[in-house]
């Protein structure tokens, strides 16, 4: 159980999603002090932490639910509840010095590769917009798709593209992307006048 537990006046249950944390926060006599959907940003949540410990001492509680993706405000406030009914169940975490030490760390790697992900990105589009603007903008909003990458080696040129045709370049697209591949083919295509 965890020490001071009868201490808490605020107990704050947060759904985990991808890109934003459902939260509900409960008093002691189960009123609902917060409920609202957060975007993934440490800042806000802080915030919202802050603002709530006016209230007293908080307890918080994250989970992160099975099934859909997208967080739920209902799987927040039963999280809450728990938090505040089922006291036994609960466990105290402690980090080591070095282990929050390492976070900031491990979030400016995030932050690194994502840098270098647009850059490359912008890098694709440029190249893709000075051979061919029809073939980039049919191309460009799938460039996180394997099946673009596929298309781009297997024909290099925008004429070899035209030479292979829609039938040619379906046949070899849509065996790693099956409905993608037709789709990207026949777009191609069309993009590039045949």
């Keep these: 159980m965890i020490e001071n537990y009868d201490r808490v006046d605020v107990f704050v249950g947060v759904d985990v999603g991808k890109g934003e944390h459902h939260t509900v926060a409960l008093n002691r006599g189960c009123k609902v002090l ?13 915030a919202v932490l802050a603002k ?3 209230s007293g001492t908080v307890l918080g509680i994250a989970d992160l639910h099975g099934g859909e993706a ?3 405000a ?17 466990r105290s975490i402690q980090l080591a010095d070095e282990s929050v030490a390492e ?21 694709i589009r440029g190249l893709l917009t000075q051979i061919d603007p029809a073939l980039e903008r049919v191309a460009a909003p799938h460039l996180d798709h394997p099946t673009v990458l596929h298309l781009l080696q297997h024909y290099p040129p925008p004429a070899a593209m035209k030479v292979a045709g829609t039938t040619r370049m379906a046949t070899r697209l849509q065996k790693p ?15 590039l006048g045949e």
């Design 34 to 46: 917060f409920d609202e959907a957060l975007p993934n940003d440490e800042g806000k949540m802080r």
């Design 74 to 90: 209902r799987d927040a406030a039963i999280t809450a509840q728990a938090s505040r009914t089922v006291p036994h169940a609960l």
């Design 52 to 54: 709530l410990k006016q």
């Design 70 to 72: 997208k967080t739920d």
């Design 103 to 123: 976070l900031p760390m491990l979030c400016s790697f995030d932050d690194d590769i994502l840098g270098q992900v647009t850059a490359a990105s912008n890098r």
């Design 177 to 191: 992307a099956p409905w993608m591949g037709r789709r990207l083919a026949e777009e191609t295509t069309h993009a």
